[in-house]
């Protein structure tokens, strides 16, 4: 099914004009709290299509337009980047306070609200819209504290989403900000105007799922939306390309991931996460050909959780974009499975380079295979090291993410991973090192909930149900053999992100 396709535009029709079904011709203002550097954000393009589509007004607010610095990825590194790593991951006692008070002070600089954008708020606030939509990471806590306050004092209704806002206590932190009528845990793509709609309308919010009202009451949980193919193109037309060093439209084939068992990930518990479903691959390079059009360009970032979760996708845009759009390059995120047919032999890369992929990235995690299994990440060090090798001999910058600290994680994995590093340095551009992060709902929160006390080598601190995190203490032994390999380890992956990537992959710099 192909989605019908028309310019995107802002309604002409009268804010007083009312339909059975409610206002039509309202004004909405969506601010872009992600503002991402080198792209437009996803979410926000399909909340302006969805409105646009039933003939609403709406204003974008992008901070890029006004010259807030935006959200940079990983990028060529300093030597004042590995120090600042080689901290935020110090596993040494003597300095663990104030390693978290770095953290902590870090943290709070990085979340507090951006001056320029409470400015352009206050200022699209004497426009009188009658809505404001944001869509939300859990980061934006104090941004949209400060624009929910602002609409407050102007009457103007706040609706918040994002796709963690289906984890109840989450939501329940958020929806008691002053000024916030609503959060939505659910896929709007299709019913995002009849849930505006009733908010302008003062009707009842609650018939619609995935609802929490700013007194506490909510809807049933909303399902994983089904027929992606009749949700609608995203509209981009409102950011600011002329401040995108390259441009690149972000794309999205699929929701949720097929495997769906590794216990660490947030990913497949957020609301788009949850359960795999796919567009068709038609439906997909329809879109991309029209995309390219309004934007004038030819480079793509698909942000699936894994593109490969359904292997004739990543085939079928190998093989079939050139069709659609003359010159194509893109990039995406896949998983080293251990599938009979993964997507990823050394066929389908050489035929994905052929096809205009010029990145790839993927998850590592680590490099001993006792914490792969124990984390049920479902890959293999053998098939990890086959696959880069493969993806660099059919030319492709590859860019892979790792962490420190599963449970369980003892020097000799470690040791492991620095193995694997040594042999594999050559063929890797970017690694995105990290410590091991607990998010409220994943497989390893329930598992380490259910233990007695006592029986678990984590110390639950406390739970940040405000970004739905758990923060814990461990007490496993992080002796100097542990830390001499993790700090071989760090020296490697600076080796890596210090060096230019590839010359194909340039203008992804930073992406993935």
Not at 409 to 423: G, I, K, P, S
Request: aromatic share 6%; proline share 4%.
């Amino acid at each position: 099914m192909t989605r019908a396709l028309r310019p995107p535009r802002s309604a002409n029709i009268s804010s007083d004009q009312i339909t059975s079904q409610g206002a039509v011709g309202s004004r909405f203002l969506i601010v872009d709290l992600n503002n991402f550097a080198s792209f437009p954000t996803l979410a926000v393009g399909i909340l302006a299509a969805a409105l646009r589509n039933r003939g609403h007004q709406v204003e974008v607010l992008c901070p890029l337009a006004y010259d807030v610095p935006a959200t940079q990825r990983e990028r060529q590194e300093t030597l004042l980047d590995h120090a600042k790593r080689r901290i935020h991951l110090s596993d040494w006692s003597p300095i663990l306070r104030a390693r978290d008070l770095l953290r902590q002070a870090a943290s709070r600089a990085a979340e507090r609200a951006h001056p320029v954008v409470l400015r352009e708020v206050a200022r699209a606030l004497e426009r009188k819209p009658d809505v404001i939509l944001v869509s939300a990471y859990l980061q934006h806590f104090e941004s949209l504290r400060a624009i929910a306050a602002l609409a407050k004092t102007k009457g103007v209704s706040v609706l918040l989403g994002g796709p963690m806002f289906n984890i109840a206590e989450t939501a329940d932190v958020w929806r008691a900000l002053p000024g916030v009528s609503a959060v939505v845990g659910a896929e709007v793509d299709r019913d995002l105007a009849d849930l505006a709609e009733a908010l302008v309308s003062d009707r009842d919010m609650l018939s619609h799922t995935g609802v929490v009202l700013a007194d506490g009451r909510r809807s049933a949980p909303a399902q994983p939306l089904r027929n992606l193919d009749a949700a609608p193109i995203p509209d981009f037309t409102d950011f600011p390309w002329d401040r995108y060093p390259v441009r690149i439209v972000p794309v999205m084939t699929g929701r949720g991931c097929q495997w769906d068992q590794c216990l660490f990930c947030s990913d497949v518990i957020s609301v788009s996460g949850r359960t795999f479903r796919t567009r068709s691959v038609e439906n997909v390079l329809v879109e991309m050909q029209e995309q390219a059009r309004r934007h004038e360009t030819t480079n793509f970032l698909f942000l699936d959780l894994k593109l490969n979760s359904w292997p004739g996708m990543i085939r079928g845009v190998a093989k079939g974009l050139g069709r659609y759009v003359q010159g194509a390059e893109w990039v995406g995120t896949v998983h080293v499975d251990q599938r009979a047919d993964n997507g990823l032999t050394r066929a389908d890369l050489h035929a994905a380079a052929e096809g205009g992929m010029r990145r790839i990235s993927f998850g590592l995690e680590s490099g001993s295979q006792a914490l792969l299994d124990a984390m049920r990440k479902g890959s293999s060090v053998e098939r990890n090291s086959t696959f880069i090798r493969d993806a660099h001999d059919a030319g492709l910058s590859i860019r892979c993410t790792m962490f420190k600290g599963f449970p369980g994680e003892t020097a000799e994995d470690m040791q492991a991973t620095v193995r694997f590093l040594e042999e594999h340095a050559l063929f890797l551009d970017r690694v995105r090192f990290n410590d091991f992060t607990i998010h409220t709902g994943t497989p390893i929160w329930r598992a380490l909930s259910e233990k007695a006390d006592g029986a678990s080598t984590l110390d639950i601190v406390r739970l940040d149900n405000r970004r739905a995190r758990v923060l814990y203490r461990t007490r496993e032994p992080r002796d100097a053999a542990y830390r001499r390999a993790k700090a071989r380890a760090l020296d490697l992956v600076y080796q890596i992100n210090r060096r230019e990537i590839r010359d194909a992959a340039r203008q992804f710099d930073g992406l993935m």
